[in-house]
């Protein structure tokens, strides 16, 4: 399925160089932030205290937010779970104050809107516990860094795998540069809307690394630059319906999901956009600035076909 058509190439790779300027500008400003401002993290990652709290009748979250806002604390996460009338509140470590202190001054607080709260737990989420997540945190990407690398080496070049992840990676660091400079909260759905990115990005680059291996093999009169334009044009409509697509959906959710979602979205459309920039146009320019070439992807006896010489098709592989 395809919206349009390009009959000529777009010489994409014309304007590597300036691709790959942008790019680096924004990877080391997102560097920067990070260094200097750092990740705002949430109670997962910091600790602090969890309450349970459940109403005779289904819970308005927004109430119960804004109640709890107005005792000072800061970054508090709000959200049902189970059932309609079981919410779930996070409230961060502060100095002074004790898990059982916070816990009370809320509970005081929600009672006083709706007598039905009633607290079903509480317990304090200390930062060993904190530490220990962003050690896994660390792990998962690492484990998906590592995982992605291997299967483009294998399936492709290990020249490919390399400008995949480092196009790839530069999206990350850019959506943390982006939380870490306006200090939005970082929290685990964030963590995991990251590493969605990360899958998501390969995802379109192994689709523009397909296209150049049958190019390469299809088109034998075509040079490195020309056979990458080819495929970068070539795929244009199905990016379009697909990032589309994707990108309606998480708008959705960052517009009508709420405050639980909003910052997962938030990434999610952060990570989206500069993804299809970097695995388009960022991740195929270091591949061939690596020196891909066609005898890298095409393996075996080359069969000509009885063509017109003049065919750019003469002479595939067969």
């Given at each position: 399925m395809e919206f349009f058509r390009i009959k000529r190439d777009i010489p994409f790779m014309r304007h590597a160089l300036v691709f790959n300027a942008v790019s680096l500008v924004t990877f080391l400003a997102a560097v920067f932030f990070l260094f200097s401002r750092g990740l705002h993290l949430s109670v997962e990652f910091t600790g602090?205290?969890?309450l349970?709290?459940?109403?005779?009748q289904p819970a308005d979250v927004a109430v119960v937010r804004d109640t709890v806002a107005k005792l000072g604390f800061a970054d508090v996460q709000v959200q049902n779970y189970g059932t309609a009338r079981d919410v779930l509140i996070r409230l961060p470590a502060q100095k002074g104050v004790s898990s059982a202190q916070q816990s009370a001054q809320v509970m005081t607080a929600l009672k006083a809107v709706d007598a039905s709260a009633s607290m079903r737990r509480t317990e304090f989420v200390g930062p060993q516990v904190g530490d220990e997540l962003a050690a896994d945190g660390l792990k998962a990407l690492a484990f998906?860094?590592?995982?992605?690398?291997?299967?483009?080496?294998?399936?492709f070049e290990w020249k490919f795998a390399v400008a995949a992840i480092i196009a790839n990676l530069h999206d990350v660091i850019i959506i943390m540069g982006f939380f870490a400079f306006f200090q939005w909260e970082f929290s685990l759905p964030v963590l995991a809307a990251v590493l969605a990115v990360l899958g998501y990005s390969v995802n379109e680059?192994?689709?523009?690394?397909?296209?150049?291996?049958e190019n390469f093999r299809r088109y034998r009169k075509m040079n490195t630059v020309e056979i990458i334009n080819n495929a970068i044009t070539s795929t244009i409509s199905r990016t379009i319906i697909t990032h589309g697509s994707t990108q309606m959906m998480v708008l959705s959710m960052l517009l009508f999901g709420g405050a639980t979602l909003h910052y997962f979205a938030l990434a999610l459309t952060i990570g989206i956009l500069f993804g299809i920039y970097s695995s388009v146009?960022?991740?195929?320019?270091?591949?061939?600035w690596?020196?891909?070439q066609r005898e890298d992807l095409v393996k075996g006896t080359v069969v000509k076909k009885d063509t017109d010489p003049n065919d750019p098709n003469a002479g595939a592989t067969v």
């Open positions: 602090g205290t969890l349970e709290v459940t109403y005779a998906v860094v590592v995982g992605i690398m291997i299967y483009l080496a294998i399936r680059s192994v689709v523009i690394f397909d296209r150049i291996r146009f960022v991740a195929a320019s270091i591949a061939m690596l020196g891909i």
